[in-house]
């Protein structure tokens, strides 16, 4: 017997004449005639080629066949409505899994953050994080490896889109006892025969970015390239090397006991941004905390800088200030 032959109009006229052993009874439940109950009554009775009633003039009694098939038709009729719910929460962002990429630090701070918030309203929806090198973002997104990606400015194909979410400021991170904490504020020409860092590839292109408009015996090169910034953050810690990040990047830094220091003449700002695929079409779960990121994330970039007294200079973008090339 194929499954299509009956239908759920027929399943659920056959359990509401069940429950309430009346065929008026249960066209009243489901708002039919009670001809209609009957016709679907005798179509499914067809396509099972049994009888589900016995009936009389005074009574509607399941048979025996009815009663050994009436368990397997309203387990079929409770996933189905479970389905309808299921279906329900999709629809309205309610449930769904999302999967979200972002480099070490906003991995594992911003966007766990983000998700408790998202969580406190959408309880059924599930975040998947993934912690993604900053010149992978856009490639993943691109590739379908995840439905939405955050981090820090990049070039972006036509099959992606980047909306800036925030602004942050390069500056310097290093252990208080550093000879450059000693100055609030910096000057390339500062940092000129210092040990530096960078963290990955992405931060040594952005530091010789920044310096552009540098004079050649001023400009700085980092000793050293690590893949992770906590590495970086390490060898600050102890002394050995100070590194240039994002401000952003105190959530993990400050912890460290590393302090921050501004460089000027130029200061340079480095966009966070959302990246989503153009073409492929997002899930509502996916579109609910995307617009949920947009509207969360850049109130959270200014509660994570050194301290209240610098808090309206970074979270804003100075008015001399020059954007990183991505």
């Known amino acids: 017997m194929s499954l299509t032959r009956f239908t759920l109009r027929q399943i659920e006229a056959f359990t509401a004449v069940a429950e309430t052993r009346n065929f008026g009874a249960a066209s009243e439940q489901l708002g039919m005639t009670s001809q209609a109950v009957s016709q679907l009554i005798a179509e499914l009775e067809s396509v099972l080629g049994f009888r589900l009633f016995d009936r009389t003039t005074r009574r509607v009694d399941l048979s025996s066949a009815g009663r050994d098939f009436l ?13 309808e719910g299921v ?55 691109s ?18 889109s980047r909306v800036v979410l925030f602004d942050s400021l390069w500056v310097l991170w ?45 400009r700085v090169t980092p000793v ?46 480095r966009s966070v941004c959302l990246y989503r695929h153009t073409t492929r079409a997002a899930s509502p779960a996916t579109q609910g905390f995307a617009e949920h990121l947009t509207q969360w994330l850049p109130q959270w970039a200014p509660q994570i800088l050194e301290s209240p007294a610098e808090q309206p200079k970074a979270a804003r973008r100075p008015r001399h200030a020059r954007r990183s090339l991505p």
């Open 71 to 83: 368990g397997s038709a309203e387990t079929l009729l409770r996933h189905v409505h479970s389905a």
């Open 87 to 141: 279906a329900a929460d999709v629809r309205n962002r309610a449930a769904g899994v999302v999967r979200i990429g972002a480099p070490l630090v906003l991995a594992s701070s911003a966007v766990p953050a983000a998700i408790r918030a998202y969580q406190a309203t959408h309880p059924k929806v599930v975040v998947r994080v993934r912690d993604i090198a900053v010149d992978a973002l856009v490639d993943a997104v």
């Open 143 to 160: 590739a379908g490896d995840v439905d939405l990606a955050l981090g820090p400015d990049r070039p972006v194909p036509a099959s992606v």
């Open 174 to 218: 290093c252990a208080p006892t550093h000879p450059l904490a000693r100055q609030r504020v910096l000057r390339w020409a500062d940092l000129n025969g210092a040990p530096l860092v960078s963290a990955g590839r992405d931060h040594e292109r952005s530091v010789a970015r920044m310096q552009l408009s540098v004079p050649d015996g001023e």
């Open 224 to 269: 050293d390239v690590v893949d992770n910034v906590s590495t970086a953050l390490g060898l600050a810690v102890q002394g050995l090397a100070a590194t240039l990040a994002p401000a952003y990047i105190g959530v993990v830094a400050q912890p460290f006991g590393l302090v921050m220091r501004r460089v000027v003449d130029p200061e340079t700002v």
